[in-house]
Structure formats: C-alpha cells, structure tokens
C-alpha cells in the first residue's frame, strides 16, 4: 500500500524545512543527503586522525616516562613546565643536571621531587599478557600430546593467529585454541 503520509520537517543537512513521505527522511533531497554523508565521512577521517596523533602524544610521552636523563624540551613535554622555569631552577641549583655534549640534561629523579607529571600514562597491556600461563600449553607440550611436527604446529598457530606467550625459553599457547584446532588429545 502506498503511503499517502505527509510530514513537514527540517533537513538535518540545509536546515530548510521540507515534506517527507516517511517519518524516517532526514534530508530534504539527494543533495542534501549527498552532502551530509560527506561531511559525516569527513569528520569521522578527522576523530581518526585526531586518535592517531593522540597515540603518537601518549607513545612519546610513554617513552619519556622510562628515561632517567631528560633534555630541556623533553622536562617542559612531559611536566608542562616553561624552559624559563627549568632554567631557572637548573640556576638555583634545584634540578640535577648534567652536561652531555652541548645539551643539558636533567636527571629524572630531581625533577620527579619537584613536579608530578600532570599525565600519567601507562602503556596498553599487550594482549597476550591477559593470557594465564595455567590455561596454556607450552609448545613441546602440545607436539607431544598431539603427535604433529613442529613444523605442522607452527604453520597451524600462524594460520589460525594463535595468541602466544613467551615465559622463559618457553612458548605458550592456549590449550583452548588447540582443542579447537586439533581436537581433544588422545
Ligand atoms: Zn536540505
């Protein structure tokens, strides 16, 4: 049955009030809806490339995070401090710092007594480290409990994407994804 309905409504795009003849149009015509998913895909390109420089900010400040030296740049990075404040305090000889070359280098320790960095990031835990070495076997293991070469096993962990964990000069594999490849063992 065709719908005789008639609603007047506001594009979400032009902002011009039209007819629609279902409750779900959201635009006035294709012009409109055209261009709206084009400013949609546009700002989705940009939260993702706002996620990726954000990435590359936590990555950095990460690394800084496990330096013991740290140059001038890196102190006013990693504890939003200005230059004026650290050389000052390199003056007054509040700061540790050291001369490597032709640049200063303060240590970690003096200036963690006077700021606290304002971020603290962790890095995001690997995902193999939520992996618990009880529910796992290691690789000797599962050749032997299931009779496979080495060879047979490797190729079956890569095609499947295995997750594995190294504990030791042992490699660990979830006893889960085995079953599920070669069955129970016999
Ligand atoms: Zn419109």
């Known amino acids: 049955m065709a719908s005789s309905i008639r609603i007047n409504k506001i594009c979400q795009h032009c902002g011009n009030e039209f007819i629609a003849k279902t409750t779900v149009t959201k635009y006035c015509g294709d012009n409109c809806a055209k261009r709206a998913y084009k400013a949609r895909k ?5 939260e993702l490339n706002n996620q990726e420089t954000q990435q590359i900010i936590e990555d950095s400040i990460i690394e800084l995070q496990t330096k013991d030296f740290l140059s001038v740049a ?46 603290e990031i962790k890095p995001k835990p690997v995902e193999t480290e939520e992996l618990q070495i009880e529910t ?51």
């Open 74 to 119: 890196e102190v006013c990075q990693l504890f939003k401090v200005s230059r004026t404040t650290i050389w000052r305090l390199m003056k007054e000889g509040k700061v540790n710092a050291a001369r490597i070359g032709r640049k200063k280098f303060i240590t970690r320790a003096s200036i963690n007594a006077l700021f606290k960095p304002p971020i």
């Open 42 to 46: 546009k700002a989705e390109k940009i």
């Open 136 to 186: 796992c076997w290691n690789i000797g293991e599962v050749e032997r409990l299931f009779n496979l070469n080495s060879k047979t096993l490797y190729d079956a962990i890569l095609r499947f994407d295995v997750p594995k964990i190294q504990q030791g000069k042992f490699v660990y594999v979830p006893k889960e994804n085995i079953i599920s490849i070669f069955g129970q063992p016999k």
